[in-house]
């Protein structure tokens, strides 16, 4: 069974960056597109991010584009969301998904293969 585990969130202020990680367990990483959501206090959960397989295909949000970054290491079973010039509305819960169909990804997502419990990520004024 495939685990996905997020790691990185924290405290920063606005403006400034953090990287999340999220490590997959339990199978080959290579078989999985993986992708990012969030999900602000009092909000719907909503898409981030997706990378498929071997980084041929990127999605994004379009209120993300030029701050966030997606990117994975396949060796290391570990994909990371890079995130510069953060603002207090990019605060919320961050997770983790993976699939093995990328057409799952977005707004309405789609069944994943394993979802993460969460990182909390908060961007102050």
């Known amino acids: 069974q495939v685990q996905v585990v997020e790691s990185g969130g924290g405290l920063v202020q606005a403006g400034g960056s953090l990287r999340l990680s999220c490590t997959l367990s339990g199978r080959s990483m290579v078989i999985y597109h993986m992708g990012w959501y969030r999900q602000a206090p009092g909000k719907e959960r909503e898409f981030v991010a997706a990378?498929?397989?071997?980084?041929?295909?990127?999605s994004l949000r379009d209120s993300v584009k030029g701050r966030f970054t997606i990117s994975r290491d396949n060796d290391k079973s570990t994909m990371y969301l890079q995130m510069n010039d953060l603002k207090p509305e990019d605060t919320a819960v961050y997770y983790c998904?993976?699939?093995?169909?990328?057409?799952?990804?977005?707004?309405?997502?789609?069944?994943?293969?394993?979802w993460g419990k969460g990182t909390l990520v908060t961007v102050s004024n």
């Open positions: 998904a993976a699939s093995k169909f990328f057409q799952n990804f977005g707004d309405q997502p789609g069944a994943m293969d394993s």
């Open positions: 990378l498929s397989r071997r980084d041929a295909q990127t």
